[in-house]
């Protein structure tokens, strides 16, 4: 572990089956007008909604109704919200849904009594809040973000064709977060292997940077594995209560900070992926997919003794007799071999982007610093050519 680090993460989870009964409690602490986000309507259908709105009407909440958040949320949507909140004196900020509703809230939380225009100073400028904060909570009903239990909120500029997340510090995580693994069972298939790619992306993104030995790698790598256990249950059987669990749960461990500390990360393939969701609209997970082989193949190079590490430990790849080269290709194999398994999108024209877009998404594409290489613009329009 090389680098200092405080770790610091204030967000109470609920888990299991009866984790809804701690709503009750949780609501308590705040005033009486609660803010209820949620998405397209999924929640009425599954009977979420209901169990939600009788818990608040138990505590005589006074309940203020922000439905549609869509996925990718907008910043038109954002200023919405905003302004709803603070017209409503908000207490409390209820999000039921998965990363787009928990994002939005936590954006609605930093934005209502902002007096700056917050698209400029959280997602340009990346600034933290200086004004008051209205305190979030969640009700997580799709596992793969992790944006319940951390900072990080992902707002989508359109006259821009901007996609940028901001990750804010502790005191805008979710005070307290309801994780129930059934509420993930009406979550249709295509959406399940997007949110589990996602997981591993996120997993990997913090994996694939640095040279150290740290005890965040070792635990990165015991995801991995337990990620790839439970998604090919899940895909085999979705009602798999066990399987669904644990990678709900991985879902929050693998981005809650706590496989970052003492270490540097990557995130670049967020950065591409993020650019075609700014262009396309396209479902976050499959975005990441859709670019993340080109990229890995494209840098190994430049860290390859942590590819033949990732190859041994997470796939079980046998090095006897055989270069590192070979190693690491072979792990990108069963990374590859995998994703074809779940049925992730592995282009990015399935997802309707096209070569003449390139520039707009090379545009749109910023390049860290905290990977095995920067790239250059023109190696991120390879990428894209690649991922065509
Ligand atoms: O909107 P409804 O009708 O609820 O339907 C949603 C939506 O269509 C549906 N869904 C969710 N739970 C369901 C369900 N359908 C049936 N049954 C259920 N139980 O699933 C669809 C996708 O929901 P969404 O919230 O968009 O998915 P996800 O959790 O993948 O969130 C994606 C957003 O999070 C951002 C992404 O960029 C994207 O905007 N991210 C946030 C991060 C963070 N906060 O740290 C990090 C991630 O890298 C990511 O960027
Ligand atoms: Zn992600």
Same mark, same amino acid.
């Given at each position: 572990m090389e680098g200092n680090f405080t770790f610091h993460n204030p967000t109470r989870l609920h888990f299991g089956e +009866? *984790? /809804?009964?701690a709503l009750a409690r949780e609501l308590g602490a705040f005033g009486p007008v609660v803010m209820l986000c949620y998405g397209g309507g999924s929640i009425k259908k599954n009977g979420i909604y209901d169990q939600v709105v009788g818990v608040l009407e138990a505590a005589g909440k006074k309940i203020v109704e922000d439905g549609g958040v869509m996925p990718n949320p907008t910043l038109e949507k954002l200023l919405d919200g905003a302004a709803k909140a603070k017209a409503n004196n908000v207490d409390l900020i209820l999000a039921v849904g998965g990363g787009s509703t928990i994002d939005y809230a936590k954006a609605v939380s930093v934005s209502a009594w902002c007096e700056e225009d917050p698209w400029q100073k959280y997602f340009l400028r990346f600034e933290e809040p200086e004004c008051r904060i209205i305190p979030v909570g969640a009700v997580l009903t /799709? *596992?793969? @973000?992790?944006s319940e239990m951390n900072g990080g909120s992902v707002i989508t500029n359109r006259a821009a064709n901007l996609k940028v997340g901001k990750v804010f510090g502790p005191a805008v995580y979710p005070k307290f977060s309801i994780l129930n $693994?059934?509420? @993930?069972? @009406?979550? $249709?298939r295509r959406q399940m292997v997007s949110g589990i790619y996602d997981i591993m992306s996120h997993i990997m993104e913090q994996y694939f940077s640095g040279a150290d030995d740290s005890t965040s790698d070792y635990i990165a790598e015991g995801l991995m594995r337990s990620l790839v256990v439970s998604s090919r249950a899940a895909v085999k059987n979705p009602e798999d209560y066990e399987a669904r669990s644990n990678i709900m749960w991985t879902a929050t461990w693998a981005l809650n900070t706590l496989i970052a500390m003492g270490k540097t990360t990557d995130w670049e393939v967020h950065m591409l992926g993020q650019a075609v969701g700014a262009l396309t609209d396209a479902t976050h997970g499959m975005t990441l997919a859709a670019v993340s082989l080109p990229y890995y193949r494209m840098i190994k190079p430049y860290g390859l003794a942590k590819f033949v590490r990732f190859a041994k430990n997470v796939w079980g790849v046998a090095a006897d007799g055989k270069s590192d080269g070979q190693i690491a290709d072979e792990g990108l194999a069963a990374l590859e071999a995998w994703m074809r398994e779940l049925g992730v %999108? /592995? +282009?990015?024209t399935e997802l309707? %982007? +096209? %070569? %003449?877009m390139i520039p707009d998404l090379v545009k749109a594409t910023f390049r860290l610093s905290g990977g095995y290489k920067q790239l250059t613009e023109d190696e991120v329009a390879e990428i894209f050519r690649q991922s065509l």
């Open positions: +009866n *984790a /809804m009964d /799709m *596992a793969g @973000t992790g $693994p059934r509420f @993930t069972l @009406t979550v $249709p %999108a /592995m +282009n990015i309707g %982007a +096209n %070569a %003449a």
